[in-house]
T-cell receptor
Framework: GAVVSQHPSWVICKSGTSVKIECRSLDFQATTMFWYRQFPKQSLMLMATSNEGSKATYEQGVEKDKFLINHASLTLSTLTVTSAHPEDSSFYIC???????????????FGPGTRLTVT | GQNIDQPTEMTATEGAIVQINCTYQTSGFNGLFWYQQHAGEAPTFLSYNVLDGLEEKGRFSSFLSRSKGYSYLLLKELQMKDSASYLCAAMDSNYQLIWGAGTKLIIKP
């Protein structure tokens, strides 16, 4: 299957600072990338969907000015949490779908996730 | 509206069989996914059904009935490592995944 990496795996930052999380598709062209957030013992919550070269589409209730998403290439998307607060502490997971060796697929391949703690 | 329902938690015994059910209501339908998620880790893909019937893959099988808006994931010969959450997700007409809340499966010796 396709491989998606995320960096960093975990990050601790102070309240008010910004944090950037990278999501890379290593062996396929990710035409669409998804960003999810998951709080402990809860299900995945889709934050936004981004198509390469286009502005991200944010889900209702997700502040686009706080969670900046960039998807400038077919292999890289970034999520920047601006002016982070303790309530932003969560597990952030990206996923990607697109074209690989087997052709185009709508299956989402998940990155390993980034655990953000804001102190 | 769009909705996915699956049980919150199930318990089964090592070596046994367990069936996790999922019902869905979506605007259009482009397939049903099952993912496995261990605590603290990202989901991993298990299966995809877009046609009615049973798809078997080793110890795991997934079934779909489009007319009933119903799917199940069948796990055979349960192992302790199968303890995880199992997420059901239906793809709507816009190719967006609508996620269930997940079923936490507890395996007892």
């Amino acid at each position: 299957g396709a491989v998606v990496s995320q960096h960093p795996s975990w990050v601790i930052c102070k309240s008010g600072t910004s944090v950037k999380i990278e999501c890379r598709s290593l062996d396929f062209q990710a035409t669409t990338m998804f960003w999810y957030r998951q709080f402990p013992k809860q299900s995945l919550m889709l934050m936004a969907t981004s198509n390469e070269g286009s502005k991200a589409t944010y889900e209702q209730g997700v502040e686009k000015d706080k969670f900046l998403i960039n998807h400038a290439s077919l292999t890289l998307s970034t999520l920047t949490v601006t002016s982070a607060h303790p309530e932003d502490s969560s597990f952030y997971i990206c996923s990607a779908s697109g074209s690989g060796a087997g052709g185009f697929s709508y299956e989402q391949y998940f990155g390993p996730g980034t655990r953000l703690t804001v102190t | 509206g769009q909705n996915i329902d699956q049980p919150t938690e199930m318990t089964a015994t090592e070596g046994a069989i367990v069936q996790i059910n999922c019902t869905y209501q979506t605007s259009g339908f482009n397939g049903l996914f099952w993912y496995q998620q261990h605590a603290g880790e990202a989901p991993t893909f298990l299966s995809y059904n877009v046609l009615d019937g049973l798809e078997e893959k080793g110890r795991f099988s997934s079934f779909l009935s489009r007319s009933k808006g119903y799917s199940y994931l069948l796990l055979k010969e349960l192992q302790m490592k199968d303890s995880a959450s199992y997420l059901c997700a239906a793809m709507d007409s816009n190719y967006q995944l609508i996620w269930g809340a997940g079923t936490k499966l507890i395996i007892k010796p």
